[in-house]
């Protein structure tokens, strides 16, 4: 049986009670969130923080000899 695409992109669905954890070719970043995430809106560095998770990601891809398709973005 396929999964479902929404639950494949979706770390709540995936990292939730029975789930199995991202597929291979999913790469999860912390979502900005100002108020409750990792770097709050006190941090004037906030948002070149929250970037670099998503560099650190688009890395690891091209270290797995692949390239980004697509970013789909739930913040």
Do not use: C, W
């Not at 291979?24 to 998770?53: N, Q």
Request: glycine share 10%; hydrophobic share 30%.
């Amino acid at each position: 049986m396929a999964i479902p695409m929404r639950t494949s992109i979706s770390a709540y669905k995936f990292n939730g009670l029975g789930g199995t954890g991202p597929i291979p070719h999913i790469h999860v970043v912390p979502i900005p969130d100002t108020y409750r995430g990792l770097y709050r809106s006190d941090d004037p560095e906030a948002g070149i923080r929250h970037t670099s998770h998503g560099k650190d990601a688009v890395y690891r891809i091209d270290q797995e000899g692949r390239n980004p398709a697509a970013l789909i973005s739930e913040s």
